[in-house]
Nanobody
Framework: EVQLVESGGGLVQAGGSLRLSCAASGVTLDDYAIGWFRQAPGKERERVSIISRRDGSTYYEDSVKGRFTISSDNAKHTVYLQMNSLKPEDTAVYYC???????????????????WGKGTLVTVSS
């Protein structure tokens, strides 16, 4: 059974930093990808960043490019999202998710996800 457990959320002031972690277990595909998504109150879930376990390819949405960094520790089956220069508009529940490949997440976003974590709340105060 695939399980994804996020951690690292919390309350931070604007301009601050947080590092989210996503620990994955039960995933057997060598080519899988992990993505970070977020959902703010009253808004649809949106993709933030994705990483390929296979070759480390990464992708960032324009809204976080240059501020967020996604990385992977394959030995620990853990993916991180380092978030710097946080803004109030980054406030959301952040979810990690798996997909069969980087291309699936890139082309299909949340529609390509096969497993979701339960999320971790990030609140950025102004």
């Amino acid at each position: 059974e695939v399980q994804l457990v996020e951690s690292g959320g919390g309350l931070v002031q604007a301009g601050g930093s947080l590092r989210l972690s996503c620990a994955a277990s039960g995933v057997t595909l060598d080519d899988y990808a992990i993505g970070w998504f977020r959902q703010a109150p009253g808004k649809e879930r949106e993709r933030v960043s994705i990483i390929s376990r296979r070759d480390g390819s990464t992708y960032y949405e324009d809204s976080v490019k240059g501020r967020f960094t996604i990385s992977s520790d394959n030995a620990k089956h853990t993916v991180y999202l380092q978030m710097n220069s946080l803004k109030p508009e980054d406030t959301a529940v952040y979810y990690c998710a798996t997909a069969p490949s980087f291309i699936v997440l890139l082309n299909h976003g949340s529609y390509g996800v096969d497993y979701w974590g339960k999320g971790t709340l990030v609140t950025v105060s102004s």
